[in-house]
């Protein structure tokens, strides 16, 4: 078995800010905006974590920059209560291009386990609105995992569940 350290969320190139600590300690990984070229319909207001709308994380702590109606993309994608849901559905990573093939070379297979990572910071809720805490530490946080049960190939997409 593999164990995969994988990068995601916003970083200093995308997105431009940290992912949140919310208030309650929760950590809430924001996935990375999409290209104007892609049409994917999840907007950052269309996902949660818990009762908070990730457009409006995304907006106050971007300053506006990424709005709530930006499309995200959402991978991995392992909270059932963060988007509307179809039965049997199931926790989901992908990878396609230079990313897959890299994997592929590495023998990345069924059995094996990610554990993603990302840049984290404390915020705050102020008056309505989510602000990184003042003089908050920088950090990296392991935020979730998956073990792979199944691998589909990119070119294989009407597979997916």
Not at 92 to 120: P, T
Request: proline fraction near 6%; charged fraction near 25%.
């Amino acid at each position: 078995m593999k164990i995969i350290l994988s990068r995601k969320g916003f970083d200093s190139a995308t997105g431009k800010v940290a992912s949140p600590i919310l208030p309650n300690g929760e950590l809430c990984s924001l996935p990375i905006p999409t290209d104007e070229e892609h049409q994917q319909s999840i907007r950052y207001a269309d996902i949660k974590v818990g009762d908070v709308s990730l457009g409006m994380l995304v907006s106050d702590l971007t300053r506006c920059r990424i709005s709530p109606e930006h499309t995200a993309h959402l991978d991995p994608d392992l909270r059932y209560s963060s988007y509307h849901r179809a039965p049997g559905w199931k926790p989901i990573f992908g990878q396609d291009a230079a990313a897959e093939s890299h994997l592929q070379r590495q023998g990345v297979a069924e059995g094996d386990i990610f554990l993603f990572f990302g840049w984290f910071r404390q915020t705050e809720l102020v008056n309505g609105r989510y602000r990184y805490v003042a003089n908050a530490s920088d950090c990296h946080h392991i935020f979730g995992w998956l073990q792979i049960e199944r691998r589909i190939p990119v070119i294989n997409r009407a597979e997916l569940p």
